[in-house]
Structures are given as structure tokens and as C-alpha cells.
């Protein structure tokens, strides 16, 4: 069973969407799904579904860890795909008991016999639940627009993911887990931040054996990154940062799985109680998503590396289907335009959408660079 949890690090960049299309994707190329909505007090996985509001769900199971796993398991209307809906009673994981996940893990893990996918849509944000969740599996999926702050939680998520399959991997009482104490101290007093290329061989001479166990862990831990809600090529390349940041300060490979354009049709397809992958199949949105179900399919279900070339391949891939799919995107709106289908008012309505969209990146950029120089100002009067 392949088990792909799904994570973003904040809302609002369509991540529920990503995963429910991709849960759709599979299912249609005949692989026997199972859809798990954990994004819990936030659940809505159902509405992108089609599905009617649950009356049971993973917090049933919570609060009840001895009753039958199987009643909160529904069937779709789509062939192959099963669905373990949320509960928006639980307000998050942040109150989960650690029996309550081991229960949950194990049910998930039982379902090998009559599943080839699992996919686990995380709820947003860092904690320890969530985190563990995604590690579970060493190839989870981050999804991430191309706005700034998305850029830098998305980074900040896998940040976190690595430091905590490190102390994971560092018992307490070890020498590596009283080192990494004092560093995160350091690092809370604003000391000097902490790099996994420096601490690495830190670990090394002052505990090897801990050393050794995270070194093979961080070996297989290949996260994945989809750029979603892109409105043209150029915004694709923002997945560049997160790949240098992620290899410079975490000493993780990323692999690129694609992007998917932004699309008004997913309204209407949530409107109408449909997957846009199934309300309209052959959409540019539909076939970003179709691709990336692909990539992973063709992709060995157990845990692998890539190398860098592998790696610079898999950018470069994504950056020419950004192109073709962009293409396509203008070709398909020149033919609505010619048709008569799509008015000029229409055209100047998306446009003034876009604009609007534009001004609020802007906001958000001068807002980060008032901050960056403000950080900047402390660290000098500090010096």
C-alpha cells in the first residue's frame, strides 16, 4: 500500500482540492483508493467530494478508539475510491492523546489488504501530530501557491518536518537530545539558527549511534512539492526557493511534481457537488492533475532517493509543462473569445480579478520586506 499524506503548512492553497483530484485521478486509473479527511475541526474534504455532510468520521473513532474502524469507512460514486471523512467537533490534532493516534495509525495501516493508495489530507499548520502524520511515509506531498507567505510556511513546515524526525531518531537521555536541547534554546534566546548541515556532524562525534539513525532517516525522506493556484509560467519558478532553501539549510532533496493553474472552473465544479476531474476531465486544471497522479504511479512505492540529476529533471519537467499548460490556457480562451462563447466583458472581468490578486501580492511582498528590514535593523544595533 502506498501512503501519501498531503500537507501544506497553511490554508487557502487548495490543498484539499489537490488531494481529493488526485483521489479521483487514481481511482479512475483503476487503483483502489482510500481518501482520509485528518484536516480535523477544519474538515471539508467532503464538499470537493461531492459527498453530504458526515455523520460519522475520524473523531467518531477518537473518541471511541474500541468501536469498528469500518463504519466511518464510505463509499464514493466513483469506482475504487473510499472515503474516511474529518470531524469539525474535534477543534484540531492538538489535543490528541498518543493513544488515540497509535489507534488511528494502526486502523490506517490494517487497510493494506484492500488498498493500493492511501491518501491523508493533513490539516494545516506545524504540530507534532500532523507532523508525525506526514512523516509516516517518507514520500508526503507539500502543496504550496506562489505567494510569499506560502513560500516561507511551506518551507517552514518541512523545516520542522526534518527537526522532528530528528529528535525522533535522539532518545532522551542521549547525548545528541541534551546537544539538540541546548541549540533550540540557543536558537529561542535568537541565538545562531539552526542549519542540519552544521548540527549533522555535530551529532556525528558527540553521539554516532543517533547520528547513524537519523542519517538513514533523512536518506529517505524525499518530500514532494505541487505548485498550485499558478496564474503563468513565471510563477512556477518560485518552487526553485523552496528547493534551495531545502537543500542548503535541511540537506533534503525535493523532487518538483508539477503545477496546476489557478481555474475558476473548480467554483462551478464545487457548485455542481463534483470533482473538477470528473465535472470537466479535460480541463488544464483536470490535466495538471492527471500528470502529477501519473508521475506518482510510475514512482517505486517504496522509499527511494533521487539524485541531483534526477532532481534537476524533475524542475525542469515541470517548468516546461508549466509552459505547454499556459499555452494551452490562452489557445482555449482565444477559441471562447471566437466562438462567442466568452464576451469581452468577461474577458475584462477576469482581468480586473487578476489585478485584484496582483495588488494583494504586492501588499504582501512590501509587507515582508518591511520586516525583513526591520529584522535587518536589529541585527545591527545588536552587533
Known sequence: MRIIPVASGKGGVGKSLVTANLGVAFAKAGKRVVLVD??????????????????????????????????IISDTNIKGL?????????????????????ALVKEL?????????????????????????????????????????????AYGFLKNAVFRLMFN???????????????RKDRAAGHEKLYIPKVLPELKEIDPKSYEKFNTQLQK??????????????????????????????????????????DALQDVALASRLPVTIYKPQAILSQGIFRIAGKIMQSPEEAYTLDEKQIEESFQEAGAEAEADFDSKIEYVEDLLHSGTLSHGDLLETVKVQQMEISKLKKENNFMKLKLAQALKEGFKVQ
Open 221 to 262: 525522506f524525499s518530500p514532494r512539492l505541487i505548485m498550485n493556484m499558478v496564474s503563468e509560467p513565471k510563477d512556477a519558478e518560485v518552487a526553485m526557493k523552496i528547493r534551495r532553501s531545502c537543500e542548503e539549510y535541511l540537506a533534503i532533496k525535493i523532487e518538483h511534481l508539477g503545477s496546476i493553474y489557478r
Open 38 to 71: 485528518m484536516d480535523l475541526g477544519a474538515s471539508n474534504l467532503h464538499l470537493v467530494l461531492g459527498q453530504h455532510s458526515p455523520k460519522v468520521g475520524v473523531g467518531t473513532f477518537l473518541n471511541n478508539t474500541k468501536s469498528n474502524f469500518a463504519d
Open 109 to 153: 495501516f490494517a487497510l493494506k489488504n484492500d488498498t493500493d493508495i492511501l491518501l491523508i489530507d493533513l490539516g494545516a499548520g506545524t504540530h507534532q501530530s500532523i507532523l508525525d502524520f506526514f512523516l509516516v511515509s517518507g514520500q508526503g506531498i507539500i502543496v504550496a501557491a506562489p505567494t510569499v507567505t506560502s513560500v516561507l510556511t
Open 169 to 183: 531518531c535522539c532518545p532522551k537521555n542521549s547525548p545528541a537530545n541534551a546537544h539538540l536541547e541546548k541549540l
Open 82 to 102: 473510499r472515503f474516511i471523512p474529518g470531524d469539525n467537533e474535534i477543534p484540531g490534532t492538538a489535543n490528541l492523546k498518543v493513544y488515540q493516534l497509535k
